[in-house]
């Protein structure tokens, strides 16, 4: 996979069981087995979905004897958080200088009236394909 690690990472996450698989697990370095327990797919299943999360950076898998445990890493769920806030922060200085300009404007003003709902001309469609 050629996308940037942040790209790789996002789409690896937009699956809902695969956002449940890195969110669940409650012992550390749980296995397949342990995993796919509360699913109702197949072992093969949730291996694959492993599969796409390891590739992205977010789980490695381990050999312990005959075990498997897949480890999260963590490190890659803070590249995620780092763009979100940043993005998070942008939001909230643009809402902040709403804030300042709703603030400032005088309270006795009249709203304006709603817009009026305008149908297009025929003659200017006619002829034309949408």
């Known amino acids: 996979m050629s996308a940037d690690p942040l ?3 996002f789409a690896a996450t937009a699956d809902p ?3 449940d698989l890195v969110a669940r697990p ?3 370095d ?10 109702d797919v197949s072992l093969q299943a949730v291996s694959q979905h492993l599969r796409v999360l390891e590739d992205a ?12 445990p897949v480890h999260l890493e963590a490190e890659v769920l803070s590249l995620m958080t780092a763009w979100i806030e940043r993005y998070r922060r942008q939001a909230e200085e643009c809402y902040s200088r709403l804030d300042d300009v709703l ?3 005088p309270d006795d003003v009249a709203p304006l009236p709603p817009a ?3 149908s297009p001309n025929p003659r200017r469609t006619k002829g034309k394909q949408a």
């Open 17 to 19: 069981t695969r956002r």
């Open 30 to 39: 749980p296995t397949l087995t342990e995993l796919a327990e509360p699913y």
């Open 57 to 68: 950076g977010l789980v490695t898998r381990g050999r312990d004897a005959q075990k498997r």
């Open 26 to 28: 409650t012992v550390a």
């Open 7 to 9: 790209s790789r990472v």
């Open 116 to 118: 009026r709902a305008v």
């Open 103 to 105: 603030a400032s404007m």
